[in-house]
Structure formats: structure tokens, C-alpha cells
């Protein structure tokens, strides 16, 4: 089976041919990241017009890569939640108007399922990564979404949060950290470059939710605490800022790759999977990989094309769906929310069985 | 020439079929935000009845604006890809001209709601356009017409307008299909114009954007 993906929830305008056994025949992506630097963040109302425009020729560009015309492909697959709402509309929009014209089967896919399997994506060059195959943890980390999973199989209902982040994504932390410390957005990967030349214990930063028990994650405060170094002190410049990329780094992936394997020992697997933007961080891949041949867990990482946002892994999802016989509708809708479970309350305040677990957060600032 | 008409720039969700300059079938609704999830049902609707199917279309006619944002861009898009998929061509029609299609008047003002107490206007004088596609508020559009002659307004937000406060002699038009953009009134107009390999919609204003104010993360 030949898929068609496209994908347009945030700040990339993607299109992908797949085949069933994940082998990607083409995967086109035209990225935003420059329309949105200049506002430091992704602007909704331009994300969308941006889509409009490159949503064609990128379909275009995908078939052509692939060397295949439009009926070659058995079907159409699209991101329909969760993200921008008025950018997965442009993407369900096209979608539905070239099934419809083609006569092909559409389905929606889930962009959190897309990144939960994607490293099962082989592009060219790439085999097949040793031990892959399910069940596995789950670790989901991007500029939207840090979550854990229990991933049984490849649909949305075999897929069940262990945990996620109570305020700001890993990546989101990433970006507005850099923010603080002058850096251009991204900043996720200029956070990287700087942490690899400075020493994460001469500035002192709490890794955030480190206690053992709960799967869950909190970045905003951490955030918040160099964000107050900064402002007491200023921007550190030249070994002390990269001292304080490094600290930060260190403290973040710490957190993630410890609850990581958390949830592995919880849940008793034996292989633990990446996924999201995140993903691409060095300093979390090696931790990641450090502690699966300490405790003998297998280790996936897609590669960075895989897991930064892309319609690949939406066309994977989708031949997943579409093998169990799912099909959609020319009434798909899109929508903010993911179709995942989600078992983590957002906000502050005291949860489990305190009295006050459901009480109105007091703001304290 | 088949022709299939489309307009979502309003809360009017309204499809027509064309075969020779013959209105075959049509189909409007007000389906108010929930473009994306009845356009292509009442699409497929429309072929059923007149067992039409989406390679006969040799052109597909678009309302691409000035209206809502999102509207225009489920219509485009969706058109878009189904002309992708079977090669037909596209043309993208003004509004506000689809709303005053069909009027031999000498000064036709079209006005659809921008929202925010704005409205979308252009005018037509002539047979010329006068006022090109614009935003304004609704006390602007009152003083930019003032001094204009009799003229004939479309568009139902022309019923909340106060054209009598700078005695303007307007008459209403704005019974369908001159309420809203209409794809009958739009297939008309797409017979003679030129097809284009993609469409832009006509947004005429600016997102709303604001710069964030330096926000202070730590007091």
C-alpha cells in the first residue's frame, strides 16, 4: 500500500509517499521557521496563510520525488489533530478535496500518534533499527507536547499516557529560555551547541519534578529560574553562558531520561522509543542511550528527519489505520485536542487525594 | 464547459453547478463556522443528485474573499485539491462582486461584515470599480460615501448601516442572492475569466497582530 501524507498543524507545510512497511519514497518539507522568527513564536493567522500557499506544490513535489502520479497512491492520509486549528484546516482541506477528486480513501491521523511511530519510518539508506517492535515506552518530546506512553501498537487507542507535562512542552522551555539569554528561535538547537562547550555543575539548577513516583513534568519553573538569573545578573556572555546552557541542558534531559526508564521499570518493557523535536538533542540522546545498556533496555531514536515534524510518519499512521480498515469522511474535522487519552492535569496546585487537589490554584504572584 | 461553483467566505456555505452557462443544481446554507466539515458533504450532495462526477468539471470557480479568513481558506484549499487531483482549472472570484452580480444599477456599494464593527465594501460606479475592495468601520464607510448619488447596496450587513445619519439616498438590496456571496451569482461571473494555476485569497486587512509586550518573567 501507497500512502499520501500530508501535514500542516504547525509551522511546517509537509507531504510524504509511504509505503506499508515504512520504506519513505518521498518526504517534502518546507519549513516557517523564518516567516515566524522575527515574533519570536508561530503565528496562527500567518502559519495558515503560509500553508495555503505551499500546500500544492509540496504535494506536487512529493508525488514527483516519489516518481508517482496521484494514481498510483491507494490512499490519502492527514495530520486532523491536534495543533493550530486554522493550519490542520488547510491540510484536511486539501486532503479531502484530492481524495474526493481522486476517488481515493482518506484518513486522519493524530500528529502525537504520527511521532509515536515514526521511527518505524526507513528512508533511504536507513535498515531497519535492531529490536523494533512493540510494546515499548514512549517518550514524546517537542516544542508542543512532553508526554510518556505505554504503545501497545500503532493506533491511537493502543497508545496510553503514563504522564506528561503539567505546564510548558521540553521544547517550549527551550525556546523561551533562549529567549531570555538573547538567542534567536529556535533556540532548542543553539541551547545544544552552547551546553557542549560548558560545565553543567558550575551554575546550580533543580532539576524540575525529580522525585521518584510521578510521571509527570513541569518545565515552567525552571524557566522561570534563569529567567530570574538573568534578571539579577544579566546575560552571562562568553563561558558563563554556556555554562548556564549547559546547567539548564543537563537539568531538562536529566529529568527526561530518568522518568523515561521510571516508566519502563513501572511498566515492565524492555525497549524504549523517541519521538518529537526534542529528540534531537544530543545531550538526551546520549543519556537516553547511556541508561538503556546500563539497565539492558533497547534504545530507538528516529533519525532527525524523522522526528521533527514531517508527513511521513503521518502516512505511516495513517496506512496503520487504514490496514485495521479505518476510513474517514468528507465531514473530518479538525481539531485542537489529541485523540489520546490525557491523564495529566494541566495547572498548578496539589493533586491526588488532598481536599485541595480540585481546589482554585491561588495565584501568588 | 462544466462549471463548479464555491463560496465559504461567510457564514453561507453555497455550492452550484454549471453546465453551458445553465445553473444545474445549487445548494446554499448557513452553516455559520463549520465550513470545514460541510463543504465537501453538500458537494458530494450536489454530484449525486445530478450523478455528475468530479472529473467532469472542466473549471472550478471560488469565492476567495474578502470575508472570513478561515472560510476563504477551507474553500481555496479544498478546490485546490480537487483540482490537484483531476487537473481542472480554477478561478478565484471576489465577494463582494458576487454579491452584486446580476444589477444593472449605475452605483452598486457591496458590503460584507468584517466583524469587530468593520465592514468589507467595495463600489461599483458605472460599470467601473470605484472603491476597490476595503475594511473600514462602519462610521468610515458612511463618510467616505457621503456626497455619492443614489445608489443600491448588497449585502445584508447594508440593513445595520445608518445611511440616513449623513443622508445617504441608499436603497437595500439585500434579499438573496444579494444577502450574501452566493455560488449560482459566483458561476457567472467565472465563465470569461481567466484560470490561474493556484488561488490567493483576498484578504484586503492585515491579521491582527500584536507584538508581545517584553514580557516580565521575574519582578
Known amino acids: ?365 | 464547459m462544466r462549471i463548479a461553483a464555491l463560496d465559504t467566505s461567510t457564514l453561507l456555505g453555497s455550492v452550484a453547478l454549471f453546465d453551458h452557462e445553465v445553473l444545474v443544481a445549487e445548494d446554499s446554507r448557513r452553516v455559520s463556522n463549520a465550513h470545514g466539515e460541510a463543504l465537501l458533504p453538500m458537494l458530494q450532495g450536489l454530484f449525486a443528485r445530478t450523478g455528475w462526477s468530479p472529473r467532469d468539471i472542466d473549471r472550478w470557480a471560488v469565492g476567495i474573499g474578502p470575508g472570513s479568513f478561515t472560510g476563504i481558506r477551507i474553500g481555496v484549499a479544498t478546490a485546490q485539491g480537487i483540482a490537484l487531483a483531476t487537473g481542472a482549472e480554477l478561478v478565484g472570484v471576489n465577494s463582494l462582486e458576487t454579491l452584486a452580480e446580476g444589477l444593472e444599477d449605475t452605483t452598486v456599494i457591496s458590503l460584507l461584515s468584517a466583524l469587530r464593527g468593520e465592514v468589507f465594501v467595495s463600489v461599483r460606479h458605472e460599470g467601473a470599480v470605484v472603491v476597490p475592495p476595503s475594511c473600514w468601520s462602519l462610521d468610515e464607510l458612511t463618510a467616505r460615501l457621503e456626497g455619492f448619488g443614489p445608489a443600491v447596496a448588497v449585502g445584508e450587513i447594508a440593513r445595520s448601516v445608518d445611511w440616513g445619519g449623513r443622508h445617504l439616498h441608499v436603497e437595500l438590496r439585500t434579499e438573496p442572492p444579494h444577502d450574501l456571496p452566493r455560488a449560482s451569482n459566483l458561476g457567472r461571473l467565472a465563465f470569461n475569466r481567466l484560470a490561474s494555476p493556484w488561488l490567493e485569497p483576498l484578504y484586503v486587512s492585515a491579521p491582527h497582530l500584536t507584538r508581545p509586550a517584553a514580557k516580565v518573567l521575574v519582578r
Open chain 1, 1 to 365: 500500500m501507497l500512502v499520501l501524507g500530508i501535514e500542516t498543524s504547525c509551522d511546517e507545510t509537509g507531504a510524504a509517499v509511504v509505503s506499508s512497511d515504512g520504506t519513505v519514497l518521498s518526504d517534502v518539507v518546507e519549513s516557517q521557521v523564518a516567516l515566524h522568527a522575527e515574533w519570536g513564536g508561530v503565528v496562527p493567522e500567518l502559519a495558515s496563510r503560509d500553508h495555503l500557499r505551499n500546500t500544492g506544490p509540496v504535494v506536487r513535489e512529493a508525488l514527483a520525488k516519489a516518481g508517482l502520479r496521484l494514481d498510483q497512491v491507494d490512499a490519502i492520509a492527514v495530520t486532523c489533530r491536534p495543533g493550530l486549528v486554522g493550519a490542520l484546516l488547510v491540510g484536511v482541506q486539501t486532503a479531502k478535496g484530492i481524495a474526493w477528486g481522486a476517488g481515493k480513501p482518506l484518513v486522519g491521523v493524530d500528529h502525537l500518534v504520527g511521532h509515536l511511530v515514526s521511527v518505524f519510518l526507513r528512508r533511504e539508506g536507513e535498515t531497519t533499527q535492531e529490536g523494533l517492535g512493540f510494546p515499548y515506552v514512549g517518550l514524546l518530546v517537542s516544542g508542543g507536547h512532553t508526554a510518556l506512553y505505554r504503545v501497545e501498537g500503532p493506533c491511537a487507542d493502543q497508545i496510553h499516557e503514563l504522564g506528561a507535562t503539567r505546564d510548558d512542552a521540553a521544547g517550549e522551555a527551550f525556546d523561551k529560555v533562549a529567549k531570555v539569554l538573547g538567542l534567536a528561535y529556535p533556540g532548542g538547537p543553539r541551547i545544544d551547541r552552547l551546553a557542549s562547550e560548558g560545565d553543567p555543575l558550575r551554575v546550580k539548577l533543580v532539576p524540575p519534578m525529580a522525585r521518584r513516583g510521578s510521571l509527570e513534568f513541569s518545565f515552567s519553573g525552571i524557566k522561570t529560574e534563569v529567567a530570574r538569573r538573568v534578571a539579577s545578573g544579566g546575560v552571562p556572555q562568553g563561558d558563563a553562558l554556556c555554562d548556564l546552557c549547559a546547567s539548564f541542558q543537563s537539568a531538562v534531559t536529566g529529568v527526561l531520561a530518568k522518568k523515561l526508564f521510571e516508566a519502563v521499570e513501572r511498566e515492565r518493557m524492555d525497549r524504549v522509543v523517541l519521538g518529537g523535536g526534542v529528540s534531537a538533542n544530543r545531550e538526551l540522546r546520549r543519556r537516553v542511550e547511556e541508561l538503556g545498556r546500563q539497565k539492558g533496555i533497547a534504545t530507538l531514536v528516529p533519525s532527525l528527519a524523522s522526528a521533527t515534524d514531517n508527513a511521513a510518519m503521518i502516512a505511516y499512521a495513517g496506512i496503520k489505520r487504514l490496514e485495521r480498515g479505518e476510513v474517514d469522511g468528507g465531514d473530518l474535522v479538525a481539531t485542537s485536542e489529541t485523540v489520546l487519552e490525557q491523564l495529566t492535569r494541566k495547572g498548578r496546585g496539589r493533586r491526588g487525594s488532598s481536599p485541595h487537589a480540585f481546589s482554585v490554584p491561588r495565584r501568588t504572584e
